[in-house]
């Protein structure tokens, strides 16, 4: 029996697979793969909720339901914990402004924006190229757990900032870091998952981002009453390193579970076998295109169809209105009302609210094939919003 070597082992974890060694032949065959026949529709069956919410549906075979079971645990967590840390900072920059950042670094004018503003500027020039990276085979297992590393790094460098001019570059740079994040994770998860297990599964990975937005208020209140003035740090500069110390333990988790897109590993570690990635490919075929490298005959496709228009000014027309600095800087304002803690607690609450939607939305609308009318009632939604500014601006 070989001795046991210790950086072998590493290096066989570490290295990247060859594609031309993969195998399209299950190794073990005497596993049932196969699914069950699914039950005949009825109308009564789009009353069924269970249905329609449940991850691993009864007439899946038990190999692929375990298959599922270890995707939730190892590759979608990763991702939504991830998204996590995005909202999460990004909620924390204008917490963080209306809980003493802006008195102690003297910001007297649109810094706040300008933050906002050196953000945006990262993650929309970086977007389409790191995004294309997460697809080539050299760069899909690690490119998303090495923006969750800098990430951190970065947000930690928030808490050690003395003037604007230090987090207008830092803001910077976590716009490139982060600008993979969202897209990256959709390319991941069709590569792995069908339309309707992607659906289902969609409104969670929105709730993590929405949850993340929910704790920052919370965190802030916990950092001002516990942290503020140790180690002669502000309360919020600590809520800063508790975001980046999150961070680093998400990458971390990321490095050990995280395998990359089934096109681009044979198998990885004792979570996902060699026969686990053969299935997450077969399951797949015909249903989806894994990523191949870009020519020119693919991107005139690509800029001929009007979807990527479309979707890209309706996209620019969501972020006009996205930014949730507007109640924290107007219940700021009303320090004749609220107290710091009071503000950054409503900040928790508000967003607390809106958790459970967005984890049911997605699926409940996909099932009922009512996406149409859900997008009918976002418009709405927003149009009392502008009714609520409009009021405003008459009171005035």
Same mark, same amino acid.
């Given at each position: 029996? +070989? ?26 065959? +005497? ?50 914990? $991830? ?25 007297? @004018? ?25 697809? !080539?085979?050299?760069? $899909? ?39 993979? $994040? ?29 949850? @993340? ?7 802030? &209140? ?6 503020? @003035?140790?180690? @002669? ?68 496709? &690509? ?40 503000? &950054? ?16 939305? $997605? ?32 009171? !005035?």
């Amino acid at each position: 029996m +070989s001795k046991w070597n210790p950086f072998k082992a590493i290096w066989n974890f570490v290295k990247l697979d060859d594609a031309s060694t993969f195998k399209t032949e299950y190794i073990d065959k +005497s596993i049932d793969r196969e699914r069950k026949p699914k039950k005949e529709t009825t109308k009564w069956s789009k009353w069924d909720i269970f249905e329609a919410l449940t991850w691993y549906p009864s007439y899946y075979s038990k190999y692929e339901r375990w298959f599922l079971f270890k995707f939730d645990v190892f590759i979608f967590f990763f991702f939504a914990a $991830s998204f996590y840390t995005k909202y999460l900072d990004q909620a924390n920059i204008s917490t963080a402004y209306v809980a003493g950042m802006k008195e102690e670094l003297n910001l007297k @004018g649109n810094e706040l924006n300008y933050f906002n503003t050196c953000y945006t500027v990262g993650f929309a020039v970086f977007q389409i190229p790191i995004s294309i990276l997460i697809t !080539r085979p050299e760069y $899909s297992r690690y490119l998303m757990v090495v923006c969750e590393f800098v990430w951190g790094a970065l947000t930690l460098c928030n808490a050690f900032a003395h003037k604007a001019e230090h987090i207008y570059v830092i803001r910077f740079f976590v716009g490139v870091a982060e600008a993979c $994040s969202f897209p990256a994770t959709y390319v991941v998860f069709s590569s792995y998952l069908t339309d309707e297990e992607l659906f289902k599964r969609a409104g969670w990975y929105g709730a993590f981002s929405t949850a @993340g937005s929910a704790s920052s208020g919370s965190l802030q &209140t916990r950092t001002f009453k516990s942290l503020d @003035g140790v180690n @002669g740090l502000s309360g919020w500069r600590w809520q800063f390193i508790i975001d980046a110390v999150i961070t680093f333990g998400i990458a971390l988790y990321g490095f050990l579970f995280y395998p990359g897109i089934p096109s681009t590993v044979k198998k990885f570690g004792v979570v996902f076998s060699e026969d686990d990635l053969i299935f997450a490919r077969k399951r797949l075929e015909g249903k989806v295109s894994f990523p191949k490298k870009f020519t020119w005959k693919s991107i005139k496709e &690509t800029f001929s169809t009007w979807q990527i228009y479309a979707c890209t000014f309706l996209w620019v027309c969501h972020h006009q209105t996205f930014y949730d600095s507007t109640t924290k800087l107007y219940l700021k304002s009303r320090k004749d009302i609220y107290s710091q803690s009071e503000i &950054t607690d409503m900040i928790t609450y508000i967003g607390i609210v809106g958790i459970l939607p967005a984890a049911l939305f $997605s699926p409940l609308a996909s099932y009922y094939g009512k996406i149409p009318i859900a997008s009918l009632g976002f418009q709405i939604w927003n149009g009392t919003n502008l009714l609520q500014l409009d009021s405003y601006i008459m009171q !005035r």
